[in-house]
């Protein structure tokens, strides 16, 4: 069976805080006011539209936000509403942090490596540590109970918890965002062989890296992820992301190059030594590799980023062939939508069809179609022992449409962030959330 898509829920607090350095969605739009209803209405659109191209899909819980232990822990103490009182008051920032919705982004949720690929057949998750920015490290956590309470058989799942974060490693992960595994064929589940790509920014043994803007993911996070998921290091590639193209706003490698099956698509500044890292894939992959390179002349990077073609979700459908799930902007901007034309117009490969999605409040934060799913190359025995309450049909859809429309509001701006009445809504959905999917007590405030 075909790999599953699992996206994250765009939680009750989605809002635009400019926290991401190096993200240039996220800096544009620092200060703007969101609406957290219609970003999880977009979220669940487009994964009906996975649904409807006839593959798994699954939905994984937003995290509680704002994060009251981590503002306890930072010395604010009385009442929940008196935390946040003192906070809003006194560092802001911090309270933006705690408050981001940012999980939606389950492509750095964790890296994913398939039992068909692994020494002991089970499916591995290492979680991601997201150090990176602190809003982002208070994620894992949550995370792996999240992925404990999906994935729980444990005869056929590990859920790995984050790499250690502390300076004394060099372990910056921010899972399948920088991970793309790669088949012989267009079939790419679970049954199926792989060769894992590690795209990293940034290693001891770097000769140039990026200047501007931080490198998140670090090779030696890449290759401890590699190792705990059971990986035949013959058949992993440990590629470093182009220095330059980082420094333009490619904070992880899913915003210039997304692969599938047989077909990887990608910039030609996706890596930092592109012959050698296109060799290594076709000596791993084989002839039957087929890569769908875009020049700097066709699409430059500042329209890379401002479109986010290469964040498309890039799937094998049943016919066969692979279809394109690209954000709305890529057909708002002339260049890239010829640059798709004249991929899905060269049958030397086997995309055919592409759709445009509007995941405008999630893009406004730098997150794309691909960042909001992690993929997950399940066989069908995988499929039967999971949680199937996560598993979205077109009853799952309607119930989450109507649970998101009771229960987000439609307008936030940085002060709501200390509003206790909006800890109290996003306590109450994400309690009954956890009813729905089946999911257990995986917050904080459910196990205090
Ligand atoms: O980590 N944005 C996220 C976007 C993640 C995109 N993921 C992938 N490319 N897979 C990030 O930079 C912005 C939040 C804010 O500014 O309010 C943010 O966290």
């Not at 039992?115 to 792996?144: C, W």
Request: net charge negative; aromatic share 6%.
């Amino acid at each position: 069976m075909p790999e599953a898509n699992f996206d994250g829920l765009v939680g009750p607090t989605h809002s635009y805080a400019g926290l991401s350095y190096g993200n240039i969605a996220s800096a544009r739009n620092q200060g703007a006011t969101s609406n957290p209803r219609a970003a999880a209405l977009q979220g669940l659109a487009k994964m009906e539209a996975v649904a409807e191209l006839g593959l798994v899909q699954g939905v994984l819980p937003p995290q509680e936000r704002p994060h009251l232990p981590t503002l306890r822990a930072h010395g604010f103490s009385g009442s929940d509403a008196e935390v946040l009182a003192k906070v809003a008051e006194a560092d802001p920032v911090l309270l933006a942090r705690v408050s981001s919705a940012s999980s939606m982004w389950t492509a750095n949720a964790a890296t994913v490596m398939p039992g068909s690929d692994t020494r002991d057949g089970r499916t591995h998750f290492v979680t991601a540590n997201l150090r990176a920015m602190f809003h982002r490290a208070i994620e894992p956590p949550v995370t792996a109970r999240v992925l404990s309470a999906t994935f729980a058989d444990q005869t056929r799942f590990a859920i790995h918890d984050a790499l250690p974060a502390d300076s004394a490693f060099d372990f910056g992960d921010e899972g399948a965002a920088n991970h793309t595994r790669l088949t012989r064929s267009a079939a790419n589940g679970g049954e199926v062989c792989g060769i894992h790509l590690f795209a990293y920014g940034r290693a001891e043994s770097a000769k140039r890296v990026p200047t501007r803007f931080p490198a998140r993911q670090t090779l030696a996070a890449s290759m401890r992820v590699a190792e705990l998921g059971q990986l035949d290091l013959s058949r992993c590639i440990f590629a470093q992301q182009n220095a330059d193209a980082i420094d333009a706003g490619v904070f992880h490698n899913d915003v210039i190059c997304v692969g599938n099956g047989n077909m990887l698509f990608c910039h030609e500044f996706a890596f930092e030594d592109r012959s050698a890292t296109h060799a290594a894939l076709r000596e791993a992959v084989g002839e039957s590799l087929i890569i769908a390179e875009i020049t700097n002349d066709e699409v430059g990077l500042e329209d890379v980023v401002k479109s986010y073609l290469f964040n498309s979700q890039l799937l094998t459908v049943a016919d066969g062939t692979m279809a394109l799930l690209c954000p709305i902007e890529c057909a708002e901007n002339p260049r890239v939508r010829a640059a798709i034309d004249r991929v899905i117009s060269d049958h030397t490969n086997p995309l055919t069809r592409v759709t445009f999605l509007d995941v405008r409040e999630s893009m406004r934060n730098g997150g794309g179609p691909a960042c909001l799913r992690l993929r997950v190359p399940l066989t069908e025995l995988d499929l039967a022992s999971m949680n199937r309450a996560v598993l979205i049909d077109a009853d799952c859809l309607a119930v989450l449409q109507s649970w998101v429309k009771t229960h987000y509001r439609e307008s936030l701006s940085a002060h709501d962030l200390a509003d206790p009445l909006l800890l109290r809504e996003s306590r109450d959905a994400l309690d009954e959330l956890t009813r729905i999917l089946k999911l257990g007590s995986i917050y904080d405030f459910q196990r205090a």
